[in-house]
């Protein structure tokens, strides 16, 4: 069993007196915490919180270039990131991010030792008409590279109409994605890589809905957006994949 992992994505939020929401986490000895704060945070963060990782939200699929305003791999590992999220739904829909554009970026990733948290979800109009696991078998075979290191990658299984919104999935609407989910990667890099690959769920996580996403069969943590921008939100949720 991998261990848990429960990722805060803070997107465009976050300025220096923010730091203060992370220093003050539960930081349980069995669950990984990752924050994900603004770039212009990553270094600041590292300094300021133990016991807490820090990751990006991006990274260029280049090492280096004339590419303005873009981040790569290495300068993010080099500002103090472990982790980076690749394929938001907001990547994939404000600045037009193929699959064959996130393959290129986990590889980047890679590369430079990050670990690579790639975001995959339907939209609702596929929701609606029973795409789902279609969509996600696609989203993986073309996202990802021919192989995969299991404690490199990171999948977040995050439905596109549930991010920001107060929707989630029932239960057994999860639990039949992150099976699927499993059973490609098992295909695709063998049983034992797939079981080491940690699948979170993302999308509307609250205090609330914590605990019951966390009891659903292979799901191993969460991809948290607005719910962790305050220790208030964010603590519970900690504590309850601790005890999940
Ligand atoms: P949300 O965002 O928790 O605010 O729905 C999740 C995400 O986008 O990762």
Known sequence: MPRKLV???????GLSGDLAEASVLPAPPD?????CPPATLI???VQAVEGIMVGAQDCHPSAKGAHTGDLSAAMLHDAGASYVILGHSERRTDHGETDALVRA?????WSENLIAIVCIGETEAQYKTGGTLDVLRGQLARSLPDS????RLVIAY???WAIGTGLVPTAAEIAAAHQEIRTWLANSFGTETAE???LLYGGSVKPSNAAGIFAVPNVDGALVGGASLTAADFGPIIKALAVA
């Open 158 to 160: 995050e439905p596109v």
């Open 148 to 151: 995969a290191p299991a404690e």
């Open 196 to 198: 080491g690959i940690r």
């Open 31 to 35: 669950v990984d915490i990752l924050l």
């Open 7 to 13: 990722a805060g994505n803070w997107k465009m939020h």
């Open 105 to 109: 970026k986990t590889e980047a990733a």
């Open 43 to 45: 270094t600041r963060m």
